[in-house]
């Protein structure tokens, strides 16, 4: 399937293409036809062009259901979350996730539950509803011996550890652990995963910010931001300029947080990111608060209070 990432989006993008190559069997048109959409539909959404992305996936979920190619309906559903997901599109998400897990309770289907599972958990998460999150991945969580996996993660096995790892900076409970741990598992796993490193890169900086460590937490990012632009993960693009932005607020770096700020809601504006717009324009009112554009500051007062987010 498709990662924001959420966290993890491109990660696990090797999935959808399992079923759609290699097989010396002659496929029907219609087949072949909806195949192409999906894949498509997968270099779309890695483009960031998310509403193309859901269109080819419609298109190939109506060719798949049609001849009721049943694991082609099921891969459909699943990157129409991931879509939706991107979007923060909830109410969609969870109507795809329904019917993706009917089919997944199925005979011959049901080793894609985890996979929806992890989808689940991501849904909740990016709702900010950490119990429930929290609830979901500890059935995908490996066991551990201290911060060491005891067997080889997979990568939804290490997605589901990174979206733990959020969930521990979020509430403050065992940040350090769950980020040695994530390294660890991405160590022995050997996944040559760019997007799963920069994302532990990230993690290693929030860390060392913590500790005030500032040039450090710097040279993370801009390593993860790099890794991000060579991959042209536009998602990961913004998250990094995001905390780059926050870091330099931290610093009290105005003028460059202000710079970042920006930089990250023109990437998140051109993918459609509305969640991450709104979340830099928080941070901006008080940048150019402190910058002495108090005009400029009420205008994005006014514009978030319009959408009911300032109060």
């Not at 460590?213 to 801009?222: G, I, M, T």
């Amino acid at each position: 399937m498709i990662r924001k990432l959420f966290i993890s989006c491109l990660v696990l993008c090797c999935f959808i293409v399992a079923g759609c190559g290699g097989d010396s069997v002659i496929k029907p048109t219609v087949v072949q036809n909806a195949e192409n959409y999906s894949n498509d539909g997968l270099q779309a959404f890695s483009e960031g062009d998310w509403k193309r992305a859901e269109n080819l996936f419609r298109r190939a979920l109506s060719l798949y259901q049609g001849v009721d190619n049943q694991q082609g309906v099921l891969y459909s559903h699943i990157n129409l979350v991931e879509v939706a997901l991107a979007g923060s599109d909830y109410p969609a998400s969870q109507k795809h996730l329904m019917r993706a897990s009917e089919i997944a309770k199925r005979a011959g289907f049901q080793h894609y539950q985890s996979r929806i599972t992890l989808l689940s958990a991501q849904s909740e998460l990016q709702q900010q509803h950490y119990v429930q999150a929290e609830k979901l991945l500890q059935l995908l969580l490996p066991e551990f011996d201290g911060v060491t996996p005891v067997s080889t993660s997979d990568m939804i096995v290490l997605s589901a550890i990174a979206n733990q790892v959020k969930v521990a900076f979020v509430t403050q409970r065992d940040e350090a652990k769950w980020t040695q741990r994530y390294a660890n598992a991405l160590l022995l796993s050997k996944s040559n995963s760019p997007a799963l490193e920069n994302r532990l890169l990230r993690f290693q900086s929030n860390l060392l910010q913590r500790q005030q460590q500032y040039n450090n937490a710097e040279s993370y990012l801009q390593r993860a931001l790099s890794g991000y632009k060579t991959m042209g993960f536009r998602k990961g693009i913004a998250a990094t300029l995001t905390e780059l932005g926050q870091l330099s607020i931290a610093q009290r770096h105005w003028q460059k947080a202000l710079s970042y700020f920006t930089r990250s809601n023109d990437v998140s504006r051109f993918i459609g990111d509305v969640d991450n717009v709104i979340h830099n324009t928080k941070y901006l009112v008080k940048v150019e608060s402190e910058l002495g554009n108090i005009e400029r500051s009420n205008r994005l007062k006014k514009w978030l209070m319009e959408r009911k987010i300032y109060k």
